[in-house]
Each structure stands twice: as C-alpha cells, then as structure tokens.
C-alpha cells in the first residue's frame, strides 16, 4: 500500500493536528504526565514570581517545569506560550536589577503569559484516548 500510515489505516488523508501529533504524544500515559507535571510546576513558580514569595525559586521552577512540559511531547500552540512566558520571567528578572518598576511589570505580564497557556493547554485524561 503507498500512503502515510494514517491513510493506510483507513483514516483518509491526514490533518494538520496529524502531522504534527506523534505516537508518543497521544498514547504514552507517562508523556501526558510529564506535561502535567510541567505545566503544574510552571504554574506554582509563576505565582510565586508574580507575588514576590521566592523569587529565585519561582524562577527555577518555571523554567524546569517549561523544560518538563517540553519533554512530555503533548500540545504545542499553548507550549510557546509557556515557553514564552518562562524566557520573560528570565528577562524581566534580569531588567529588575536595574529598573525594578520595569522588571516587575514585565514578571507580572509573564506569570500570567503562563498561567493563560497553563490553564488552556492542560492536558486531561481524554486527551491520550484520541
């Protein structure tokens, strides 16, 4: 038989979502996990960012939790935008040490840049069924 193995399959010709999803995106329980955990982890750093608790450890925390999420291989429009979100907190900490007004508005727009992807990317349980 000639044809992507989606059409082999009796599936038709494949969609965009198709392409870019592969195996391991939506059948390994473990790489829907490893984003969950990710993106959680990216969540709790960004609050503690935006509301001053620990900074530094915020910060790390957003970033390994970016990373994680990555690595779990699910989603990728709301990806960039933690990604996204993880890089300005990077920025914006290093914009504080010089104009702090300037630093903590750019961590505000960050933290909530991920909070946003967090909250619209989460993957669920009914994600790895498809």
């Known amino acids: 038989m000639e044809g992507s193995p ?3 399959a009796g599936l038709g ?4 979502e ?3 999803t592969t195996v391991r995106d939506r059948r ?3 790489g829907i996990r490893a984003t969950q955990i990710g993106l959680l982890l990216a969540a709790a750093g960004a609050l503690l960012v935006v509301f001053g ?3 530094t450890v915020g910060l790390v925390m957003t970033v390994v939790g970016a990373v994680l999420a990555a690595r779990g291989g699910v989603g990728h429009g709301w990806y960039t935008a933690v990604a996204i979100g993880a890089a300005l907190e990077v920025i ?3 914009i504080a040490e010089g104009s702090e007004t300037l630093g903590g508005w750019l961590a505000v727009i960050a933290s909530l840049t991920i909070l ?4 619209l990317g989460y993957p669920t349980s009914s ?4």
Not at 116 to 119: E, L, W
Not at 127 to 130: C, G, H, I, N, R
């Open 53 to 55: 608790l620990i900074g």
């Open 28 to 30: 390994e329980p473990s």
């Open 6 to 8: 989606h059409e082999q």
């Open 13 to 16: 010709p494949p969609t965009i």
């Open 127 to 130: 994600d790895s069924a498809s």
């Open 116 to 119: 946003c992807a967090v909250a």
């Open 18 to 20: 198709d392409r870019f």
């Open 92 to 94: 914006a900490r290093l």
